[in-house]
């Protein structure tokens, strides 16, 4: 994307053609709204960078298929030239026939024709060179099928184009379509342009619309087109006088037969252009972030980077990008149905002003005429900036270079950076409105990302803070780790052929998330479709479950334009999070995993679990969808994103607190209620609040010991662990627990019916002693004298008799014999000990002793309403090989 630099932000409106409620598609659905086809269609242009082009920003959908396109806009174009009926010189001539063919060859490389040229419609910059607008509603609006105007005008039309006419089909579910123009029209617009610039006027002024195009057909009668259109409008002896290049273009452009006239390319390499093509150099579009290009040349900045913000006059805003710049006008109140109601290009009536026309049998008509309002305006109005420039008044320059070192960070980079500390603590959704902290934070991200992977610490740092929507996508993948050339790999998939999954996908595709406009058109449902596919056929070991288009559907609406990335970004989530939860056979996986998360339930939430359990109100009954579309089947996209924001910095255990979180803000109403009206309250669930959920997921993880969630059939880890910085608190630390080591004092895998058969979840020996901050001497960590004394992260409970305690156990820890620990009722025996226990409530609680009573009895204090508890595997077996144990001293 380039600078925004010295253009304008333009907008202009249209209705798509609005179809018949009570028509349906062959698939059985209603139809797709014409306004939702060219919605999608449009995010095609947002990739069409070029210097000859103006840039799309973006498109937004009114009430009554009304679309509103936002672009790059410049005043000054072709028109204000004609205006001035003086002729412009025959180099001048070439040099803008040169720049436009440059712009429609382009164009033309993707497969786009304009079709809309006219002389508006060629803008020019402020240093005279040409920029093409509008060159995407012919493009956009399916060649004009889904507008009830047609795209282009009868001065420039050329005569194959006028010759088909602009019949549209009758049937709105029919497949057969017009024959599109082809790009050798645009090459016919353009003579007639070049031509009216030689003679200083317009053509065709004289006559109506209807003798144009008589009179544009009957040149193909003629052997000199150029002669007849000059004495025609009565210019012929400035025809004469034209230089010969600047004629023979003119000629060529002219030419009547398609078949025979040269594509925009063709004329480019022609000898017509040896005077000015090599003031031009060959367009080379910027390198993509996830690719094998090196990416220096955008990194490099001044020795001095105070040489940069030197001059206060500077316009540091325009340096953005203009999809930046129009972000943050959105975000400083700017409104395009506002800004084009008051240029009066929506013009609102009462209803009663609107009443429709009633024709009746002998012609007579009553009621109001067609609102001339609902036409095609082709005015584009410039969008003011005042509002965005007084909001960014105090931003300083220094903060459009944020500084990237580690140890720089953390330094205030402007005036207002106390004013952004405080925004920072603020809730997100406040965030995420506020003009100067996003444009701060759009800024920092931008620069991280362009130095991914070597800032990839960084990101991972900054996004703990949060995630910037307008970066959401690259930061995402940054986040996942991808890197490569993606749109190599991507290529090489066959999406194509035929396979038996087609079916199932394309079935599913219509039922996801079709309530966001983009994903539901059918440019949605194709791209849906290729991601789709391309991620079965790649992974021929792994099967396609329906649950996965809703795990596809995020990364796919922050991709759109870059199916390769979204591709890229699912084949990383998948095996991080949902390890072989596609296999053919996924039962082992899907018990184990749901297992766990009932000891979760029960290890943070005692009473819920237990209530849950005695009405028989198991997680198979409803967390299946949550962990196997990792809550995308269950919230819309715009919870998804926060809630992913967080998840992507987690391991795979993190979806398990948010599991437990989503229950706790459900609490109350699970408590109160029975079997069915649990299950009618999870078929329509309750609004989350997603940010609680996420904060609470958080505390969720800080209090679980990493060897809680083991899962034998979690993903293997890697030989290389990423340093994210921070600590578990912040950071949720990215790397899952599994048997690294392979010592003694690590996890063992158990029987899926034995881990069943346990109410509270195992954790590791080397937990323990990292918890319990044991050292090789057989005590706590002793504090030093600047710190405070630190408490035990945990309670250890020895449930062994006092014998076997006494001849060794862990330091710290107190003894339970299980033999006289409950009471025939269940209730714990009162005493010294058991009131030690109550006052560590709500701590940790480990149980060691003898493997086949430990589970026992942390199921007893699960039911009696202790959380927190877990058990150690192995038992105090595994305790004794470390050296850890202790005797207590002899009584003196």
């Excluded at 440059?102 to 920029?131: F, S, T, W």
């Amino acid at each position: 994307m380039f600078p925004f630099k010295d253009a304008e932000i333009g907008a202009f409106t249209f209705f798509a053609s609005a179809l018949p409620h009570d028509v349906c598609g062959s698939n059985g659905l209603p139809l797709t709204p014409n306004s939702i086809k060219i919605l999608g269609r449009f995010q095609f242009l947002k990739t069409m960078t070029h210097p000859r082009l103006c840039q799309y920003v973006d498109i937004s959908r009114g009430k009554h298929e009304r679309l509103v396109v936002v672009a790059e806009h410049y005043e000054k174009n072709l028109e204000a030239l004609l205006r001035e009926q003086k002729p412009i010189s025959g180099l001048k001539i070439l040099q803008i026939a040169y720049e436009v063919l440059q712009g429609l060859e382009y164009m033309n490389k993707h497969g786009m024709v304009h079709r809309a040229l006219a002389p508006h419609n060629i803008c020019m910059d402020q240093k005279g060179h040409i920029k093409l607008a509008k060159f995407g509603l012919y493009h956009m609006t399916a060649h004009g099928l889904d507008v009830d105007f047609p795209i282009g005008y009868p001065s420039y039309l050329a005569p194959e184009v006028i010759a088909q006419g602009i019949g549209k089909p009758s049937d709105h579910t029919q497949s057969e379509k017009p024959v599109p123009s082809g790009p050798k029209s645009d090459v016919w617009s353009l003579g007639i342009i070049l031509f009216e610039l030689c003679v200083g006027r317009k053509l065709f002024q004289s006559l109506d619309i209807s003798e144009r195009l008589k009179l544009i057909l009957t040149l193909g009668y003629v052997d000199d087109i150029m002669t007849v259109l000059a004495e025609e409008h009565g210019c012929l002896s400035i025809i004469k006088d034209l230089p010969e290049n600047t004629l023979a273009l003119l000629t060529q452009c002219l030419t009547y037969q398609p078949s025979k006239r040269p594509t925009a390319a063709e004329l480019l390499c022609a000898s017509l252009f040896s005077e000015v093509s090599p003031w031009y150099s060959p367009f080379h579009k910027p390198r993509s972030l996830f690719s094998p290009s090196l990416r220096c040349a955008d990194l490099t900045l001044p020795e001095d980077i105070n040489l940069l913000c030197k001059d206060e006059d500077t316009d540091y805003l325009a340096e953005r990008s203009i999809d930046e710049v129009y972000y943050l006008w959105c975000l400083a109140g700017g409104d395009l149905e506002k800004e084009l109601t008051n240029k009066e290009i929506i013009r609102s009536k009462p209803p009663v002003c609107t009443l429709p026309n009633f024709l009746f049998e002998d012609g007579e008509s009553f009621g109001q005429r067609r609102d001339r309002s609902s036409l095609f305006d082709d005015t584009t109005v410039t969008l003011s900036l005042c509002q965005l420039r007084n909001r960014l008044k105090d931003v300083p320059g220094e903060a459009f270079y944020p500084l990237l070192e580690d140890d720089q960070s953390n330094l205030p980079h402007s005036g207002s950076a106390n004013e952004l500390s405080a925004a920072a603590t603020l809730p997100l959704i406040i965030r995420e409105r506020d003009t100067e902290y996003q444009l701060n934070r759009i800024i920092l991200f931008d620069r991280l990302l362009k130095a991914y992977p070597y800032k990839k610490n960084q990101i991972w740092k900054e996004a703990r803070v949060d995630v910037p929507p307008l970066v959401r996508g690259l930061a995402w993948a940054a986040l996942l780790g991808v890197e490569g050339a993606i749109q190599d790999k991507y290529d090489a998939i066959d999406k194509d052929t035929p396979i038996p999954t087609d079916r199932q996908i394309e079935v599913d595709i219509p039922r996801c998330h079709q309530y966001d406009e983009l994903l539901s058109s059918p440019e949605g449902h194709a791209k849906f479709r290729r991601v789709l596919k391309a991620w079965v056929v790649s992974h021929p070991d792994l099967v396609y479950w329906q649950g996965l288009d809703s795990l596809c559907a995020p990364f796919l609406y922050l991709n759109f334009n870059n199916e390769a990335l979204a591709y890229a970004c699912m084949s990383a989530f998948i095996p991080k999070y949902l390890y072989n939860f596609f296999l053919k056979d996924n039962s082992h996986v899907i018990q184990e995993y749901l297992t766990v998360f009932s000891q979760m339930i029960a290890f943070h939430d005692p009473e819920l679990s237990n209530h849950l359990n005695e009405i028989g109100f198991i997680p198979d009954l409803y967390a299946i969808p949550w962990f196997l579309t990792m809550f995308t089947h269950v919230f819309p996209l715009h919870k998804i994103f926060h809630l992913w924001d967080t998840l992507l910095l987690g391991n795979s255990s993190f979806p398990f607190c948010i599991g437990v979180a989503i229950l706790q803000q459900l609490r109350d109403r699970l408590l109160a209620n029975g079997f069915n009206e649990c299950i009618l309250l999870f078929s329509d669930l309750p609004e989350i609040d997603i940010e609680r959920c996420v904060h609470e997921s958080i505390n969720l993880f800080c209090w679980t010991p990493k060897s809680a969630t083991y899962r034998q059939h979690a993903q293997p880890p890697k030989h290389t662990t990423e340093s994210n910085g921070g600590s578990r608190a912040t950071s949720h630390i990215s790397s899952d627990y599994q048997d690294t080591s392979k010592t003694d004092l690590a996890r063992e895998p158990i029987r899926l019916s034995d881990l069943k058969s346990e109410v509270s979840p195992r954790i590791s020996a080397e937990d323990l002693i990292d918890l319990c901050e044991l050292t090789g001497s057989g005590h706590y960590k002793t504090p030093t004298k600047k710190t405070k004394p630190s408490k035990p992260k945990l309670l250890v409970v020895d449930i062994r008799n006092s014998e076997d305690f006494n001849r060794g156990h862990i330091p710290g820890s107190i003894n339970i014999p299980f033999a006289s620990a409950f009471t025939a009722e269940g209730d714990l025996v009162q005493g010294t000990t058991t009131a030690t226990l109550q006052s560590f409530k709500g701590r940790v609680i480990v149980i060691v002793g003898h493997v086949h009573h430990i589970a026992e009895f942390a199921a007893h204090l699960v039911k009696v309403g202790y959380p927190r508890v877990c058990i150690l595997d192995g038992g105090i077996n595994k305790m004794k090989p470390t050296g850890l144990l202790t005797v207590p001293s002899p009584q003196i």
